[in-house]
């Protein structure tokens, strides 16, 4: 299940959020998310960056495109910041990550793409200049009556081998 929290607030809070992950260290284990939406472990962080309301009362499409939209605005303005910075971003396609027509059964993948790859479809992925590290930006819905959430997540560049 994913975390539930509060939007982390305006573009430069949640440029301030993903440059912090961008550079702290991984945990050696694995967390569970906290209050802050934030969670890491070894190898990888993630965060929720901003959420939408939930849709358990109201699932009418006007609703949920409008929340829909108003992240992916919020994804392309970050979007625009991080490419300023780091050059044109890779799309990547989460849906391999599954693993669903991998002949080798014992092949599992790693954090975060494994998390991803259950919410979202794609995610823009930026490579950190003079880093093993990645820093990617999706919105995902783990249920139809979930809130849609903005999430950003560092990894490492091994972890996009398949």
């Known amino acids: 299940m994913p975390p539930q929290h509060q939007s982390a607030g305006p573009a430069d809070e949640q440029l301030s959020i993903i440059d912090n992950l961008s550079s702290l260290p991984f945990p050696e284990v694995e967390g569970r998310p906290g209050p802050d939406g934030q969670w890491g472990g070894p190898g990888f962080h993630l965060a ?8 358990w009362e109201d699932r009418s ?19 625009v910041i991080l490419t300023k910075r780091w050059g044109a971003p890779e799309a990547v396609d989460l849906w391999p990550y599954l693993g669903l027509d991998d ?18 479809g794609s995610m823009q992925m930026w490579r950190l200049p003079n880093s093993e590290r990645w820093i990617g930006l999706t919105i995902g819905q783990a249920d139809p009556e979930w809130q849609f ?10 972890s996009l081998a398949r």
Do not use: K, W
Not at 149 to 158: D, F, I, N, T
């Open 103 to 120: 002949p080798d059964p014992d092949v599992t993948t790693r954090e975060p793409l494994s998390f991803l790859c259950s919410v979202a």
């Open 149 to 158: 959430q903005l999430l950003a997540a560092v990894g490492e560049a091994s």
């Open 61 to 79: 499409t006007e609703i949920v495109q409008a929340a829909e939209q108003e992240l992916e605005a919020n994804l392309a303005a970050l979007a």
């Open 48 to 55: 929720v960056l901003r959420e939408s309301r939930d849709f």
